[in-house]
């Protein structure tokens, strides 16, 4: 009966009815996908429609893949990785809270790609949506400012280890010229070595923080005194005196520059 029951909730709970109106929406779109795309180009000029619809599934596939090219091809993960670090070497469990570093790191994201998205916007979407390009032209030239931007934050090192590992022999082949599939993965591996550099560096001053108070307490006798309750203060202390998070966000914005 208690199975039962729990069944009879799971069923009528809000979040499976719109994890099912998702689905159903999602193998929608895939179904009927192959069908638009492959609409010759005469049946396109009889319906009228056949361009709005290959628009409208375009933005619903970049809509549900957002946060991955957020993730992926910005610099959103060094930022946020670079603040989760700083949490951790000031001691500080929750705070500042998880939303409020993650919409930080989303701002100053948007703040540094703002470039990249204005070309985007001048080369790729305005002529799409003008209808002088063609869906294939319009991510090929959208592709092209973001790689320019992850190639410029890659190291010469990634890039030659993701065409060595590749199937294909890419080495005659220029860094502009290479796939996403390379310069992605090089991309993300430049940005978490970037961001544990950065991390490593921030936890130098607060560490010799922690030494001070450790060895301080303990040639005081104070053993059973936890030394993280007393050197917390200093720590905080330091990062307002010196401007910690000015510093930190302008370092981070001129290491894209």
Not at 179 to 195: D, G, M, N, W, Y
Not at 230 to 255: A, E, N, R
Request: net charge negative.
């Amino acid at each position: 009966m208690n199975s039962k029951n729990a069944c009879a909730r799971l069923i009528n709970s809000k979040w499976l009815i719109r994890l099912i109106v998702a689905s159903g929406i999602a193998a929608v779109i895939l179904a009927f996908a192959p069908e638009i795309c492959a609409t010759s180009p005469v049946e396109i000029a009889i319906n009228g429609e056949g361009s709005d619809t290959v628009k409208i599934i375009i933005i619903l596939t970049l809509i549900s893949i957002a946060p991955f090219l957020l993730l992926m091809m910005t610099c959103f993960a060094r930022i946020i990785i670079v603040f989760s670090f700083l949490r951790s070497a000031l001691g500080l469990q929750q705070t500042p809270p998880n939303q409020i570093l993650i919409g930080l790191a989303l701002f100053i994201t948007f703040f540094i790609m703002t470039p990249v998205l204005s070309e985007i916007n001048e080369t790729a979407l305005k002529p799409y949506n003008a209808d002088q390009i063609e869906t294939q032209e319009f991510l090929d030239r959208a592709a092209v400012p973001l790689k320019e931007f992850m190639l410029m934050q890659t190291t010469a090192g990634e890039v030659d280890m993701y065409k060595s590992l590749s199937a294909t022999n890419w080495e005659e082949t220029s860094a502009q010229d290479l796939p996403l599939h390379i310069v992605v993965p090089a991309f993300i591996t430049s940005e978490l070595k970037r961001a544990f550099l950065i991390g490593f560096l921030l936890f130098i001053p607060f560490l010799v923080i922690d030494m001070i108070v450790a060895s301080t307490l303990m040639s005081m006798g104070m053993i059973m005194l936890p030394p993280v309750m007393i050197s917390l203060p200093f720590k905080i202390m330091l990062f307002v005196v010196v401007d910690g998070w000015g510093l930190l966000i302008k370092t981070l914005i001129m290491t894209y520059n």
